[in-house]
């Protein structure tokens, strides 16, 4: 700003907002995670600039930034095909809109004329076609056809002119599109400098600080095992360690990933699995082309050579129902374009747990219409709680149990519910589970800390660490561990209010203990001191579960929430937490 550079300000005109530079700053910001994504960041921000050096309208049309509006376009007009047929058939039935059919005929001739352009790249052509060809107008009769069967028809010629207007992108003037890309090129330039320049800062504010990141890990690495752009002698050393190189999720690998397996793996011992359709990190800059461009290029054991593929298609965790309904649903939605992958014979889901029963359950999709009463999260709950419900209670429904090899009814332990983003959306179906007393486990923690249960037994360590915490202090007396009542606390609280609460249950302790014998504060406040005293002592030579099971043994408090409402639940809810316990001491 202060040097008025000219390139800059055109920048921030072309992106800022007016109000303040956010804007620009987000942009830097993802130009920078894109090119350290890359194993070279500097290289792939100067391709950049140089992919946008066109000169001729050749160049331009030839450009990876036109070809990719081309591409784009004849994957939409390759999508209207479905919706072409469903238009003919719907002017074929009885009383069907067969009065649309010169609109229909019209756009489908512009549909097939755009495809052959692009195949042939002939793409100044569309632009002559589409002014020459008007599309009339749908036409207006109304008597004798029927009304529902019109409207359907007149939405998917709707849907298709759309896609048909999407061609205008493709249309250019020679003399107008070389000044607009030079504008675009410079404006790009100046993106990679300021990125550049960023990163440098951001590299020097981290040195200042003795402060490295993810990025910079691989990226250090990257300079150990490369020289001049070749596996250096350090990743020679390593390389000849290693026996095999293994890399599981291989769909989700980066280039940066991918330069440094290359630098330490041998011709023949790097090893990847991984499944594209399970790709799911694109947002975290993974590239699925990586494991694409393998997948397409080795080939299988008996059609020879060195680069092998394996399709691990048997699936040993599914019936086979499941696995004929996930096939039908991917068949119809999965290609390279959508979902990386083309769904065929190689990429279908066979059945292999040949040790379930005979007995033929179908897939089931439950609908509901919608409840403005209830959030669709409380809808969705309430759906799936009858649905266990009617399975738990169905006499006549049975399942085959491994363990004993007989039939029996369904349980709820028998019932799993696989959620989509189930830490910001499972609440709902825990509260709904609760009102409906259906007993649950659940591995999301979203919740489950704010149990009064879980809470009390947190509020118990957090007073064995600390006793002079108030808040936990008081939660832990009030409760069924100690049982205070009250009156009982604000009495204590009365005794000595400049100290806290802790140092004043003590004194008041002392008090009654030299004054009045049979206090109930003095008697329940002197059991409590005298455990707390031993949970401390526990607490440095036993792991926490141990602790915690401690914690239920002295005080009774499982039997206690037992009673309680919901009480089986409570009760799963401590032995979960005790679960969770035992699982830190093992990670930690």
């Known amino acids: 700003y202060e040097r008025e550079d000219e390139k800059f300000l055109q920048v921030v005109e072309s992106f800022a907002d007016g109000k303040s530079d956010d804007r620009i700053k987000e942009l830097i910001f993802r130009i920078h995670n894109f090119s350290i994504s890359n194993p070279w960041p500097g290289e792939w921000l100067d391709q950049g600039v140089n992919l946008l050096k066109i000169d001729t309208v050749e160049d331009y049309l030839e450009s990876v930034y036109y070809q990719l509006l081309v591409s784009e376009f004849m994957e939409s007009l390759l999508d209207t095909q479905s919706d072409f047929r469903d238009l003919y058939t719907l002017m074929k039935m009885e009383a069907g809109p067969d009065k649309y059919g010169d609109t229909v005929e019209v756009i489908h001739e512009l549909q097939k004329a755009y495809i052959h352009c692009i195949n042939e790249k002939e793409y100044s052509s569309m632009k002559e076609i589409h002014d020459q060809t008007p599309i009339p107008p749908l036409s207006r009769k109304s008597k004798g056809y029927d009304k529902d069967l019109a409207e359907e028809a007149k939405g998917k010629i709707n849907k298709i002119k759309a896609t048909l207007a999407e061609v205008e992108k493709l249309f250019y003037d020679e003399e107008t599109i070389l000044k607009e890309v030079k504008v675009v090129e410079e404006l790009v330039e100046e993106l990679v400098r300021l990125t550049k320049a960023f990163y440098r800062n951001f590299q020097t504010a981290k040195e200042e600080k003795n402060l490295i990141d993810y990025s910079d890990i691989e990226h250090f690495t990257l300079k150990l095992l490369y020289e001049d752009g070749e596996p250096s002698g350090i990743a020679d050393v390593f390389k000849k360690q290693f026996v095999e190189v293994l ?22 011992n790097l090893f990847m699995v991984g499944d594209l359709k399970q790709s799911i990190y694109k947002f975290r800059l993974a590239k699925p082309e990586i494991f694409r461009e393998k997948y397409d290029r080795f080939t299988y054991a008996d059609d020879g050579g060195k680069n092998i593929k ?26 390279k374009t959508i979902g990386d992958v083309d769904y065929d014979q190689h990429a279908k889901l066979y059945y292999g747990a040949l040790d379930y029963d005979e007995d033929v359950y179908l897939p089931e999709l439950i609908l509901s219409e919608p409840d403005e009463s209830l959030s669709k999260e409380m809808l969705q709950g309430q759906m799936v709680a009858d649905k266990i419900k009617e399975l738990v209670n169905d006499e006549n429904f049975l399942i085959f149990d491994k363990n004993t090899g007989k039939r029996r009814r369904v349980m709820y332990k028998d019932v799993c519910v696989l959620m989509r983003s189930p830490s910001s959306t499972i609440q709902p179906m825990k509260d709904v589970f609760d009102q409906k007393q259906i007993p649950y486990q659940s591995d999301i923690s979203s919740g489950f800390f704010n149990a009064v249960e879980v809470t009390i037994i947190m509020n118990v360590l957090r007073v064995i660490d600390n006793p002079y915490q108030d808040i936990p202090l008081v939660s832990v007396l009030r409760s069924g561990v100690v049982g205070f009542t009250e009156k009982e606390l604000l009495t204590v609280r009365n005794f000595n209010e400049e100290v806290t609460y802790y140092e004043a249950l003590v004194a008041y302790i002392e008090a009654v203990t030299t004054v009045e014998a049979g206090d109930p504060i003095g008697e329940k406040g002197s059991r409590f001191l005298e455990s707390l005293a031993d949970l401390k002592t526990l607490s440095l030579r036993v792991p926490l579960d141990e602790l915690i099971q401690k914690i239920y043994s002295d005080t009774g408090y499982p ?7 919901n009480g089986e639940q409570r009760l799963t809810n401590l032995k979960y937490l005790q679960m969770q316990a035992a699982s830190f001491e093992q990670s930690s």
Do not use: G, H, P
């Not at 599981?248 to 330490?264: G, H, K, M, P, R």
């Not at 394996?310 to 991917?330: H, M």
């Not at 039997?559 to 409402?565: G, Q, S, T």
């Open 559 to 565: 039997y206690f929430v037992r009673f309680m409402e």
């Open 310 to 335: 394996i399709d691990l298609a048997k699936n040993f965790r599914s019936r086979k129902e499941v696995l004929r309904f996930c096939n039908e649903v991917f068949e119809k939605v999965m290609s």
């Open 247 to 268: 890399v599981d999720e291989y769909q989700d690998t980066n280039e940066v990933q991918e330069a440094i397996l290359t630098a330490l793996a041998k011709e023949d």
